[in-house]
């Protein structure tokens, strides 16, 4: 049976850091720290004043602002956005964004990902990336109530005008926040045709106590600590003591979830209603 040992925990917090010219980095996770082989993240820190570019070689590149006490800047394809927390971009291979320290120090999550073979993509274009904010970012909640989603890169999420919000399915990645109680399926992620490997899955924590559950036995988890999944490890999440807020990633985004507990509400998802009284609208996941 699966246990907890089967996962990757690392804390963030107290992983080495590395100094580099624009503050410093922390790798959590990478096929030499966890077996990752479609995933590499990093923590980063800019220092106040220090401006930190991501992207420009063959990769996709998204970089999530964690942490920004006094704001920063955001600059891609000639725009700029604050660096506030819950901000960020996604770029495609060839994009570049930088990310500027005004006033305070800025953390950052920075996720990359190789190009996906074509079976992955399943005829997406594959760009181009963009910037974000947790403020336009379209809300999603389970079917209990108990889970609340905002996506920053996913292919299946639609925006208002029926548009995807992302052209790409070499990442699947935003926020999550449990409520009290709140938890996740006893579920696992398994390949497919065009990904047999399965997903590199893993969540970071950022606020509140969740206890990660595999097989019999859990460990409880920090703010700031990254858990690792390999493919086919199943696993669930809790949040224990309130609300539980953390950042999840899968890449690439082509995976099977088998849903392993007898739950009625599964892994039913549905966009916030855009008025009052509007039908709730069930998030299409194929």
Not at 107 to 112: F, Y
Not at 115 to 141: H, I, N, S
Not at 187 to 202: K, L, R
Not at 265 to 270: E, V
Request: glycine fraction near 12%; hydrophobic fraction near 35%.
């Amino acid at each position: 049976m699966p246990t907890i040992d089967d996962v990757s925990i690392i804390n963030s917090n107290t992983a080495e850091a590395r100094t580099v010219d624009t503050g410093l980095e922390r790798t959590i996770c990478s096929d030499a720290l966890c077996g990752s082989k479609t995933l590499d993240v990093y923590r980063r820190t800019v220092s106040d004043g220090q401006t930190f570019s991501a992207g420009g070689g063959d990769d996709y590149h998204l970089v999530y602002v964690m942490d920004a006490p006094k704001g920063g800047i955001i600059s891609f394809d000639g725009a700029t956005k604050a660096a506030i927390e819950g901000a960020g971009a996604l770029m495609v291979p060839g994009e570049t964004a930088s990310f500027q320290a005004t006033g305070s120090d800025l953390e950052l999550l920075h996720m990359v990902t190789p190009k996906p073979p074509a079976g992955v993509e399943d005829g997406l274009p594959g760009g181009p990336g963009y910037m974000f904010d947790r403020d336009t970012l379209r809300p999603l909640t389970d079917a209990s109530g108990g889970r609340i989603r905002r996506f920053c890169a996913e292919s299946t999420v639609r925006l208002l005008d029926g548009a995807r919000l992302t052209s790409t399915n070499a990442i699947q990645a935003g926020e999550m926040r449990y409520l009290e109680g709140g938890s996740s399926p006893y579920h696992q992620h398994v390949g497919t045709e065009a990904n047999p490997g399965g997903p590199a899955h893993c969540y970071m924590t950022f606020y509140g106590r969740g206890q990660v559950e595999v097989g019999d036995t859990s460990q409880e988890l920090e703010p700031g600590t990254l858990v690792f999944f390999p493919s086919g490890v199943p696993h669930r999440l809790r949040a224990i003591g309130g609300v539980l807020d953390y950042f999840e990633i899968q890449a690439w985004r082509s995976f099977k979830t088998n849903v392993l507990s007898e739950e009625e509400l599964g892994l039913k998802w549905y966009y916030d209603p855009e008025s009052e009284g509007a039908k709730p609208v069930e998030w299409d996941q194929s």
